[in-house]
C-alpha cells in the first residue's frame, strides 16, 4: 500500500488523494500473482475518482472476488476462470484410482470456495478427504515459516496431496515441505512456481514427479528468438536484464553506476543456460502479462483513432486521455493475440480454461524439466476431457508404476464393501458375497442377485445358467422308485388271481370277497399311481398326481372301513332274529366304499375347480438346477384331501382296534389293526419329512409314503390269507381247522 500511495502521489511526497504529478500519470497498472494484492489496490483505486482513476489489470489466477464490479469497478481478470480446475483434478484422482487424499488450500476466501467444490465433487465420485489443511496467506508469502502439522502428513496413508493457491502461497508451502524428506508423496498443484528458488536440503528433490495443472496457451510466435536475442546492450535501460548477466555470466559492473556490464562471458546468451536456472518456455504469468499490455494497446489505440476523427488537433497535439475513458473501451476490447488465441476481458465471456499437465522432473537434482504429459478440457466430447500419457510420468521417487492413494485395499469380484463405523466412506472391509449373489467388479458396495434361472459360481463373480432337471425315469431315484411300484403292482394282481382262483375257499369267503376284490384292485392302482410322480411334469400329469391318488387312497381306506364295519357286525350279533343281522346280510356295509369316495371325489372337484396343481419350476431347492415340479395350487384343498384320508384311515383304525382279539379263525380284525397302524405311521412321518425337504427329494418322498403304506395294507391283510391259501390249505377248510383244534387239545392234555 505504501508503493502505491508513492506511486499515486508522486516520487517524493507519499499523500492520500493528492498527486504533485501534473503529466505523466499513468493510466493503467499492472498487478501481480497474488489476489491480496491486487484486491488492495483495486480497492484503493476505487477510492479515486475522476480525473485520477487508474485501471488495474492483474495477471495472477482468475479469481470470482475481483470480477464483482461494485467492489472492484477497474480491476480486469487476464487470466482465464478457473471454474473447471475442480473438475479436473478429482477426474484425475478417478483415472488413477486415486480415493484417499490430502488436501493443502489456502485459506481465504477463495480457497474456501475450492474446498467446498473439491469435498462435493470428491463425494460425486467417491473420493474421500484423508486430511485438510488450511494455511492463512498473510503467513505464507515467499516464507518458509508456515505452520502446519507435518508429522500428520507423513503419517498419513494417502500418497497423493493436492496443493491449491496463488504463486505466493505455493512458494511459502514448497519452502517449509522443502526441509521435510518425504520423498515418496505424490503432488498436484494448480499453478507453477519457480523452482530455482526453492531451497535444496537434500540430494533428493521430494517435488520429483509432481503434477501441475497449467492453463493451456499457444506460443508466441518471435517469442523463443526474442529471448535467444536478449541481452543487456540491446536493453541498457533495464536493469534487471544487467542484474541476470551480472549473477550468470561473471559479468562486472563498470565505475559506480551499476548499469554498465564488461568482462562477461563471450557470446553470452540466456539460451546456454541450463533449464532449472532459466527455462526459456513462456510461463502462464508471462502470457498473461502480454496479453494485459497488448489489451491496453488495443484500447489505446482505438481511443486516439477516435480523438483523431472527432477531436481537431490543438497545437499540434491530441487532447490528453483519461482514465475514464480508456475503461469504456477496455471492458469490450476484444482481439486475437500472435499465438492465435482470442483475448477478452469480459468476465461474463470469459471461457472455462483448458488446462495442460505438466509433470515435473528433477532427478537427479538440477535437471528441472517440466514435461507435459496430458491435457483436461471441460469442452471436450463426455469422457475425452482428460487425456493423459502415463508413460512419460515420472513418479515421486520410491515409485515406478502409478502410486496408490487408497485407504483400503480393492475388494475383487466375489466380495463388497463393508464400511466402517466411524470412518470415512473410503475406509472399509471385504465381505464375500452372500449365497447366490455375485460382485463382477472391483469395489462394490452391494452384490448382485443372481436370476432365478441362473446361480453363483464358486468364486461368485459370475452367473452361471441353472440345468433344468425333474425326477426323471432316468435317475437312480426316479429308476428305483418306479421298479419297486410295478413289482409291487404285479405282486398285488397276483394276489388278486389267487383270491380269484382260490374263491370258493373259507378263507376267502370269510373275508368278504367282494370288499377283497375291490381292495386289491384299488391298491394296484395305488401303486401304479406313483408312476404319475415320475418324469417330465405337465399339465396333465399335475392335475392326475393329487387327485388320483386321493381317490384311489380313499377307496382303499373306505374299504378297509366296510371290511372293519363288517367283522364288527359279524361277531356282535348273536341274536339271529335282530334287525341288524338283516343289516348285515344286506351287504349294507359295503355301501361305505361309494360314499366315503364320492365325498373325496367332490372335494378333488372343488381342488380342480378353485385352485388346480399346476406346472412350476423350483429354482432355490437344489445349486445350480432348476427343478420343475407341480405345484399343489391350493394348499389348502390339499391337507383337505389328506386331512379326510387320515380321518377315514383313523376310524378305520379305531374300529379294527375295538375288535382285535375276537376268536375265529378267519377273523382278520388283527391284521386290520396292523395294517393300519402302518397306514397312519407312514403318513404322519411323511408330513415332517415333507416339509424338510424341497425339490426332487420332496416328490421321492411322497412316493415312497404311497408306496410304503400301499404296501403296508398288501402285506397286513393279504400275507397271512396268501401264506394259508398256498402254503397250508388243509387250514383253509373246515375240517382242517376242527383237526387243528382237536390236536391242540390232546397236545395240551
Known amino acids: 500500500m505504501d508503493i502505491s500511495f508513492t506511486w499515486l502521489s508522486g516520487l517524493d511526497k ?17 498487478t501481480g500473482t497474488s489476489w491480496a494484492t491486487s484486491a488492495q489496490i483495486g480497492t484503493l483505486l476505487k477510492l479515486y475518482k475522476f480525473p485520477q482513476m487508474i485501471l488495474n489489470l492483474t495477471f495472477g489466477p482468475f479469481d470470482p472476488i475481483l470480477s464483482d464490479k461494485s467492489q472492484f469497478p477497474s480491476v480486469y481478470q487476464m487470466a482465464p476462470k478457473d471454474t473447471s480446475l475442480v473438475l479436473g483434478m478429482v477426474y484425475l484422482m478417478v483415472h488413477f484410482h486415486w480415493n484417499w487424499v490430502g488436501l493443502f488450500i489456502s485459506e481465504d476466501q477463495k480457497g474456501m470456495e475450492i474446498l467446498s467444490d473439491l469435498q462435493r465433487e470428491m463425494d460425486r465420485n467417491r473420493v474421500c478427504v484423508a486430511f485438510v489443511e488450511m494455511i492463512p496467506v498473510s503467513r505464507v508469502s515467499y516464507s518458509s515459516d508456515v505452520l502446519f502439522n507435518h508429522h500428520q502428513i507423513m503419517k498419513s496413508s494417502a500418497n497423493v496431496i493436492f496443493i491449491f493457491g496463488d504463486t505466493d502461497y505455493l512458494q511459502g508451502v514448497i519452502c517449509k515441505l522443502g526441509q521435510t524428506l ?29 503434477l501441475i495443472f497449467s492453463h493451456h496457451y499457444s506460443e508466441i510466435s518471435g517469442f523463443t528468438n526474442f529471448i535467444k536475442t536478449v541481452s543487456p546492450s540491446k536493453y541498457p535501460e533495464d536493469i534487471y536484464l544487467a542484474r541476470l548477466w551480472y549473477s550468470y555470466f561473471n559479468c562486472s559492473f563498470s565505475g559506480s553506476n551499476c548499469e554498465t556490464l564488461e568482462n562477461c562471458l563471450p557470446n553470452a546468451s540466456l539460451e546456454l543456460l541450463p533449464r532449472h536456472l532459466f527455462d526459456m518456455a513462456m510461463t502462464e504469468e508471462s502470457y498473461n502479462i502480454y496479453n ?13 483513432l477516435y480523438q483523431t476523427e472527432t477531436q481537431p488537433m490543438q497545437n499540434g497535439k491530441g ?8 475503461h469504456h473501451v477496455l471492458k469490450d476490447i476484444k482481439f486475437v493475440n500472435l499465438a492465435g488465441d482470442q483475448v477478452n476481458l469480459n468476465d461474463k465471456k470469459n471461457v472455462d480454461a483448458s488446462y495442460d499437465i505438466l509433470n515435473y522432473w528433477n532427478f537427479p537434482q538440477g535437471l528441472g524439466l517440466m514435461v507435459k504429459v496430458g491435457t483436461f478440457s471441460p469442452h471436450g466430447p463426455y469422457g475425452q476431457q482428460l487425456t493423459l500419457s502415463e508413460d512419460m510420468i515420472e513418479w515421486a521417487t520410491g515409485f515406478r508404476k502409478t502410486p496408490p492413494s487408497v485407504c483400503s485395499d480393492s475388494c475383487g ?39 432365478d434361472h441362473q446361480y453363483a459360481n464358486i468364486e461368485q463373480n459370475s452367473c452361471l445358467q441353472k440345468t433344468v432337471t425333474f425326477l426323471a425315469y432316468e435317475d437312480p431315484l426316479g429308476m428305483s422308485l418306479a421298479c419297486v411300484a410295478l413289482c409291487f403292482s404285479a405282486l398285488t394282481a397276483a394276489v388278486f388271481g389267487v383270491f380269484v382262483k382260490h374263491r370258493d375257499t373259507p378263507i376267502v369267503k ?32 399335475c392335475i392326475l398326481q393329487q387327485t388320483t391318488f386321493g381317490v384311489v387312497f ?29 343289516f348285515l346280510i344286506s351287504g349294507a356295509p359295503n355301501f361305505v366304499v361309494p360314499l366315503c369316495t364320492v365325498i373325496q371325489v367332490i372335494l378333488c372337484g372343488i381342488w380342480l375347480g378353485t385352485s388346480p396343481p399346476f406346472i412350476d419350476m423350483d429354482s432355490h431347492s437344489e445349486h445350480g438346477h432348476i427343478i420343475i415340479v407341480c405345484n399343489k395350487g391350493s394348499v389348502t384343498a390339499f391337507y383337505s384331501v389328506l386331512g379326510y384320508l387320515g380321518s377315514l384311515a383313523l376310524g378305520s383304525f379305531t374300529l379294527a382296534f375295538l375288535v382285535r382279539n375276537l376268536p375265529d379263525m378267519f377273523n382278520e380284525a388283527k391284521f386290520l389293526t396292523f395294517s393300519m397302524l402302518v397306514f397312519c405311521s407312514v403318513w404322519i412321518t411323511f408330513l415332517p419329512v415333507y416339509h424338510s425337504t424341497k425339490g426332487k427329494a420332496m416328490v421321492a418322498v411322497e412316493i415312497f409314503s404311497i408306496l410304503a ?41
Open 14 to 30: 507519499r499523500i492520500p488523494n493528492y498527486t504533485c504529478r501534473r503529466e505523466g500519470n499513468s493510466i493503467a497498472v499492472l
Open 182 to 210: 518425504m520423498t515418496w508423496k505424490v503432488w498436484v498443484m494448480n499453478s507453477q512456481w519457480d523452482f530455482a528458488i526453492t531451497p535444496k536440503y537434500f540430494m533428493l528433490d521430494l517435488f520429483h514427479g509432481t
Open 292 to 304: 494485459a499490455v497488448y489489451a491496453v494497446a488495443h484500447s489505446l489505440h482505438v481511443m486516439l
Open 319 to 326: 487532447g490528453v486521455l483519461s482514465p475514464w475513458q480508456l
Open 413 to 451: 469380484p466375489g466380495f463388497r464393501k463393508t464400511l466402517l463405523e466411524g470412518k470415512a466412506a473410503c475406509c472399509f472391509d471385504c465381505s464375500p458375497c452372500p449365497e447366490n449373489e455375485i460382485s463382477n467388479v472391483t469395489d462394490m458396495d452391494q452384490c448382485i442377485k443372481c436370476r
Open 510 to 541: 370269510a373275508n368278504n370277497q367282494a370288499l377283497s376284490y375291490i381292495l386289491l384292485i384299488s391298491l394296484t392302482f395305488c401303486f401304479l399311481c406313483s408312476l404319475l410322480f415320475i418324469g417330465h411334469p405337465n399339465t396333465v400329469t
Open 554 to 582: 380313499t377307496l382303499a381306506i373306505s374299504t378297509v372301513l366296510a371290511k372293519t364295519i363288517t367283522v364288527v357286525l359279524a361277531f356282535k350279533v348273536t341274536v339271529p332274529d335282530r334287525r341288524i343281522r338283516q
Open 709 to 749: 403304506s400301499s404296501a403296508g395294507l398288501l402285506g397286513c391283510i393279504f400275507a397271512p390269507k396268501c401264506y394259508i391259501i398256498l402254503l397250508r390249505p388243509y387250514r383253509s377248510s373246515l375240517h382242517g381247522f376242527s383237526y387243528k383244534t382237536h390236536s391242540d387239545n390232546n397236545r395240551l392234555a
